[in-house]
């Protein structure tokens, strides 16, 4: 029973810090959002998107009633519809039976191959967990994956290697109880606004060091004891000289090594070569800079390292993350409160996904698909016949678009991301988009994936539902129903299981799995009798205060920080390196290296916060360009400007600026109209996929002020 005028405490929907919110509410309608002064994770702090950004939910372009495409969309000729004249609007059975038959349809003919979905790091932990279980244990494929691969899962690959365990170690906050950290390929302030101020309040107030590590002269390098402004994709080249510095002059926590890390001669032996003269000469850097810093991390009695997506988009993702695995290994900073390897994970949920299961190798949990004792628990959760479920790993996002075509992925199923959007190579990604046969959207707005589709689902916001989020220091919060659903829109859990059912009967296999949940609650619940680490996470523990995994039972407290006596994988595993130089170096033609990221107004593919007055704020696509850069091409502040990659084209206002270091320039990826993921390179690191966001090739020219898109055109943008 919602009351009328109330006040609902909720998890912010934009980034992994995970705020926690007061949403007020009169007659329905929220006016206002505030923050509790004791918030467990944010003290009474917010940022600009989470205090003012949520008006997307009264947006009068949200879709909010079931729609069919009016005229048929044949793979090769499919095109994009943002006009509603375009669209039937239908009842929710009539959508819900015309997606179910043709989903049937494809797998029936051609198998699980040809089945694919993107889960959504927006969406809960419920919604994510119910949509890999309808493709898993209905159209028995693997095929699922969600923006993780887009974003950590390098961080993912190495940190499983290493240690066994992949999320942030240690909880964000602790950063004040640093003696020393790195932060590094992570414009914080931007990016995750609170762990920011959290930083920043170490260093004034507690006197701690911080070394920052970034082709940028981010915010932070104002509060920073070192700056190392390395190129970019030279990381494992610079941190390996760090490692070797430690090993030369005897830093090393040799006790810590002895008892708790495994294969350091190898290790030893691959750093020699990592001079800091050598790392200079790749890096930039100066070697002394680098010595410094080695000396500075190593001889910290506690220190810490937080990363975001400067480390793993590249195709060396996975080195560069063991690159800094291994210093902490080295030293021992890791297991204790205060130190640890700290991937900030960038979605409101991208940690909850993973942990659901939204990931093509893994089921809930991790629980990798090749391991039969996996498949058989699975199998019994969801009442599938012995040898019903899949074994064989399935395709990561960037291969569901590549496999899409005549003998490939047929039939894909997008809830709440924007390939369009968020994939490198875009020309390519629209390729592949016109050829499927059959595209389902489930979201909140026509964007520049949904409009590709056949059949919108319309959902809830997260103000509309109830259900969790876990943050990117693993606590596992609340998202509670605020509002009534707005039009007809619904939550997706109840989307998914109201159409899980009828593939179910189509497909002759009636009531095998459950799909009658009345509450999210009973699928956290269910999830948990498998997901040890989630077996302790029950809604009446976490009505005040979220509860950090792993909670092994229902008396456990939580894990704050993880690691203090042994590692999932027993012991830390060293890893040797060599560096490798990205995949596409600059050179005549295109003689300057694009690195693309956030900026603090906008989120993810722009969905949610271009339909905000958050758009009003950073209303349109600049390319950041150094005044030495800038005076060599002849461009000033504000000119139009081509920038150009062996790719693709955009053009779009210059900024010139000294954040930019020279021969690097930076592209937000939010605007459709000037998109930089045209720009950028679809090569992957070969063991995580991850596609190499931060080092394209470019060149960039003067343009005339007339050639500058018209945001409008977009059609995904605007308030009212
Ligand atoms: Fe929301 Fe992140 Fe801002 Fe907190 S820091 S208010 S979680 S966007």
Known sequence: ????????????????????LELHIKENFIYRVTTPFDGVVNKGNLCVK?????????????????????????????????????????????????????????????????????????????????????????????????????????????????????????????????????????????????????????VKKHGAKMIVVDPRRIELVDYAALWLAEKPGTDVALFSAMAHVILKEKLYNQKFIDERTENFEEFAKSME???????????????????????????????????????????????????????????????????????????????????????????????????????????????????????????????????????????????????????????????????????????????????????????????????????TDRRVQRVRQAIPPLGQSRPDWQIICDLAKRIEKRLGRPRSAYWDYEHPSEILTEMGSVVKEYAGVKYPRIEKIGLQTPVWDDQHPGTPFLFSESFPRGRGKFHPLVYNPSAEMPDEDYPLILTTGRVLEHWHGGTLTRHSWMDDLYPEALIEINPRDAAHLGVNDRDAVRVSSRRGTIVLRAKVTPKANPGVVFIPFFYGEAAANLLTNDAVDPQAKIPEYKVSAVRVSLARPEELPNPEATQVRGRY
């Not at 009328?4 to 909720?10: A, P």
């Not at 912010?12 to 810090?17: M, S």
């Not at 414009?187 to 606004?193: G, S």
């Not at 075509?405 to 390939?419: D, F, I, K, S």
């Open 50 to 202: 989470g205090r003012f950004g949520y008006d997307f939910i009264y947006n009068p372009k949200r879709i909010t009633t079931p729609m069919i495409r009016k005229e048929l969309q044949e793979p090769g000729k499919r095109k994009q519809a943002f006009d509603l004249s375009e669209w039937r609007q239908v009842s929710w059975d009539e959508a819900l039976d015309y997606t179910a038959d043709r989903l049937v349809a494809i797998y029936q003919r051609d198998g699980y191959h040809a089945m694919a979905v993107y889960c959504c790091a927006k969406a809960t932990n419920e919604d994510n967990y119910l949509l890999q279980k309808m493709f898993r244990s209905l159209f028995r494929t693997n095929n699922v994956d969600h923006c993780t691969r887009l974003c950590h899962a390098a961080s993912v690959v190495a940190l499983q290697m290493a240690v066994g365990s992949s999320a942030m170690s240690n909880t964000a906050a602790e950063v004040v109880d640093n003696d020393v950290f790195i932060v590094t390929g992570t414009n914080t302030t931007e990016n995750h606004p609170i762990i920011a101020l959290q930083m920043k309040a170490a």
């Open 1 to 20: 029973m919602i009351q009328s005028n109330r006040i609902v405490s909720t998890t912010c929907p934009f980034c992994g810090v995970g705020c926690n």
């Open 273 to 471: 070569k990592f001079t800091p003269e050598y790392a200079e000469s790749i890096s930039g850097v100066d070697r002394n800079l680098i010595i410094q810093a080695a000396r500075m991390y190593a001889a910290a009695k506690n220190a810490a390292i937080y990363w975001a997506l400067g480390i793993p988009e590249h195709i060396n993702g996975t080195a560069n993350a063991l690159s800094l695995i291994n210093l902490a290994l080295l030293t021992g900073h890791i297991g204790r409160h205060g130190t640890g390897l700290n991937p900030l994970r960038g979605q409101n949920n991208v940690q909850g996904a993973s942990d659901s299961g939204a990931m093509p190798w893994h089921y809930p949990g991790y629980m990798s698909v090749t391991e039969e004792e996996n498949a058989k628990k699975w199998e019994q959760a969801w009442n599938i016949e012995p040898g019903g479920l899949n074994r064989q790993r399935g395709l990561t996002t960037t291969e569901i678009m590549g496999a899409i075509g005549a003998n490939g992925v047929r039939a894909l199923y997008v809830m709440g991301e924007n390939p369009m959007m968020s994939e490198p190579n875009l020309n390519h990604t629209r390729h592949q988009m016109e050829q499927l046969e059959f595209l389902v959207a489930q979201d909140l707005f026509l964007n520049e994936t949904t409009s590709f589709a056949d059949v919108f689902l319309p959902a809830t916001s997260w103000a509309e539902k109830d259900g969790t989020f876990t943050n």
